[in-house]
């Protein structure tokens, strides 16, 4: 079992408030007619997508190349996998939720230990993608690049 803690889910719009949003992690994404908002984590098959990032501009950073790759734009390979599904950006966001588990650390730094922490959320990933096998015997919906293709690479 993971014992590395997430957020409570977070409405899509309200991202930007999850607190270690500026540090690198995981976040999972998912999708669900009913309210999420302020419930502890889980692993649920509502989960379409799990990531992470390591950049210096955080888990702020990545959720908002994201959010542009659904809006339309180019930038992130799993969101371009949503927009396939989901053209309708408001359609979609009236129904989207982030967890996130950050990992304090200095991203510009080649201390060891920063080093260390980076790696960390590389493997925490795929600790990640494990759990949600255990769980429910597959990948996330937009993680399975076989079965789920990429708007970018089907509309032309």
């Not at 997430?6 to 991202?15: A, E, L």
């Not at 999850?18 to 976040?27: A, D, E, H």
């Not at 396939?84 to 950006?89: T, V």
């Not at 650390?105 to 255990?134: H, Q, T, W």
């Amino acid at each position: 079992m993971i014992d590395k803690k997430f957020s409570q889910w977070t409405k899509w719009d309200d991202r930007n408030s999850i607190s270690g949003i500026k540090y690198p992690g995981i976040y999972c994404i998912a999708i669900s007619e009913t309210v999420l908002s302020e419930q502890d984590f889980e692993w649920i098959p509502k989960i379409t997508y799990v990531g992470m990032t390591n950049s210096k501009a955080g888990l702020k950073g990545r959720l908002k190349q994201f959010d542009n790759t659904i809006i339309g734009k180019n930038g992130h390979g799993g969101a371009d996998r949503f927009r396939f599904q989901y053209e309708n950006y408001q359609e979609l966001v009236d129904k989207l939720y982030v967890s996130v588990c950050s990992f304090e650390c200095d991203v510009k730094s080649n201390a060891p230990n920063d080093l260390r922490i980076m790696g960390e959320v590389a493997k925490f990933e795929y600790d990640c993608f494990a759990e949600y096998v255990d769980n429910f015997g597959c990948l996330p919906e937009f993680n399975n690049k076989k079965t789920s293709p990429k708007y970018s690479l089907t509309h032309k």
